[in-house]
């Protein structure tokens, strides 16, 4: 059940009735049925994973509330995570692994594949489900006592595909304190909702024909024009698409009295990588740095201790998105950059304010996003070079986008310029009726001009 569909927004019409007509203990019982019947559409046999996690975390929170400090409270959390870990990694790993093995020992690649079908959203739940735990290990999140909130917290529709990843203290805060959304909020939520589908649709999904076209057959769109235009519509299409998701979520979420943290911040003006992942995918690279790269030691140690865990904290962060060489390789590239960022400004905080450079350090940092999301959105490690190769290598070719395209790309920019200094997003829903009225229509227009009809075109992040 996409959030693109006609289903969809019926789904969502019942959900709301049901939940703000219903007398208020019973609400969450309605939220998680309808959590548990957004999942089974897609399909009901992984219910019973879901469970099983939703099970095993549950109850490993309330034995570390229990057991004292020591080998024993160290084990229950051993436990949880080899559980989360190693339900994501045979369903979103083994082949890859099999495949590697299969190689080394001169044997065909497909030699121990197994018919596995990735859980949807398998990534995002499970590193919210281990979050809770090492809170609760750590003592900064009370065990959860009643199992339905705790089951509510992993399914919770909204984000359960896709993220953003939501810290159980958020959550909860709003669960056990729940209060109906001011009209204030609900105008963010319908505003947020329209601006995501928007994206999705009227942004993402035209440059999806562009990227989707060059790289389904790179051979047949030789030059460098023609793959610097493929790789500039993929990284427009994965900025809209996932950020247009997001908003939808927050939207959907503000409608139902909760509140999720921002998960984009205008990324493609970020003047530096570190600033760039400060602004892209907020709520992983947060969970990277609370959950890994600080006790991995941070930037505690010296400086090559800083590089190192700079570099295994985005290696897993790349694998984390996919299992293959190409995404191992994205979170290696994405380190090294980190890491060559730190080397050049040492103990300096990342520039990030508007002077004459700052067109310059955003172009370098765009185009190197750009290299990046080769290895991102290419088939496999040897589309990859080929693709790179046109890039730097090749002479000539076509753009593959229309003028329009640039147009709506144009567009975006002055957007994204005047959200980063004026908020006119914010201006936008604060403003009389008039006003609020007239920038929906606006968006609604975009969507009736621009916008692709077509469930093949599914959200980016759903296959993670």
């Not at 996409?2 to 007509?21: D, E, G, I």
């Not at 929170?61 to 004292?68: D, N």
């Not at 989360?84 to 299969?102: Q, V």
């Not at 201006?427 to 609604?444: D, E, H």
Request: charged letters at 15%.
């Amino acid at each position: 059940m996409l959030f693109n569909t006609t289903q969809f927004f019926l789904f969502l019409a019942v959900v709301l009735v049901l939940f703000y007509t219903a007398p208020r203990l019973l609400r969450k019982y309605i939220l998680l049925a309808a959590s548990y019947y957004f999942y089974a559409s897609w399909n009901a046999k992984f219910i019973a994973l879901l469970l099983t996690l939703t099970v095993i975390d549950y109850t490993a929170g309330l034995w570390l509330e229990r057991v004292r400090r020591g080998p024993r409270r160290k084990a229950v959390l051993i436990f949880s995570l080899a559980a989360n870990l190693g339900f994501l990694g045979f369903f979103k790993y083994y082949n890859f692994l099999a495949a590697n093995l299969a190689l080394a020992m001169g044997r065909p690649p497909h030699s121990f594949f197994l018919e596995i079908v990735l859980p949807l959203g398998i990534s995002f739940h499970t590193f919210q489900s281990m979050s809770y735990v090492v809170d609760v290990y750590r003592e900064k999140q009370p065990a959860v006592r009643n199992p339905v909130d705790y089951a509510l917290f992993i399914c919770f529709f909204p984000q359960l595909v896709a993220g953003p990843i939501v810290r159980a203290r958020d959550f909860f805060r709003d669960l056990w304190a729940w209060q109906p959304p001011s009209p204030d909020e609900v105008s963010r939520g319908v505003f947020l909702i329209a601006l995501g589908l928007t994206k999705k649709m009227a942004f993402a999904d035209q440059f999806a024909k562009v990227a989707n076209g060059y790289f389904g057959s790179v051979a047949a769109y030789p030059g460098a024009l023609a793959a610097w235009s493929g790789v500039f519509a993929f990284g427009l299409q994965i900025y809209f698409d996932f950020s247009g998701y997001t908003d939808m979520a927050i939207g959907m979420a503000k409608l139902l009295g909760f509140h999720f943290p921002i998960n984009f911040r205008r990324p493609y003006l970020a003047a530096s990588i570190t600033d760039f992942w400060r602004r892209w995918h907020i709520s992983l690279s947060s969970w990277l740095r609370d959950y890994l790269y600080i006790p991995l030691g941070g930037s505690r140690g010296g400086r090559w201790d800083t590089y190192r865990n700079l570099m295994l904290t985005m290696l897993l962060g790349g694998l984390w998105h996919g299992a293959s060489w190409n995404f191992l390789i994205w979170g290696g590239y994405q380190g090294a950059l980190l890491a060559i960022e730190r080397a050049l400004r040492g103990e300096r905080p990342p520039a990030d304010e508007w002077g004459w450079t700052y067109p310059i350090r955003a172009a370098l940092t765009f185009v190197l996003a750009l290299i990046g999301w080769v290895f991102f959105r290419a088939a496999d490690l040897r589309q990859s070079m080929q693709v790179l190769g046109q890039m730097f290598g090749g002479s000539g070719g076509r753009v593959l986008l229309e003028p329009w395209h640039f147009g709506l790309a144009g567009l975006a920019l002055i957007l994204a310029i005047g959200e980063e200094k004026w908020e006119w997003s914010e201006r936008a829903i604060r403003a009389p009726m008039p006003v609020y009225a007239s920038a929906l229509a606006a968006m609604l227009f975009c969507l009736e001009i621009f916008g692709v009809l077509d469930a093949a075109i599914p959200f980016i992040y759903f296959q993670f």
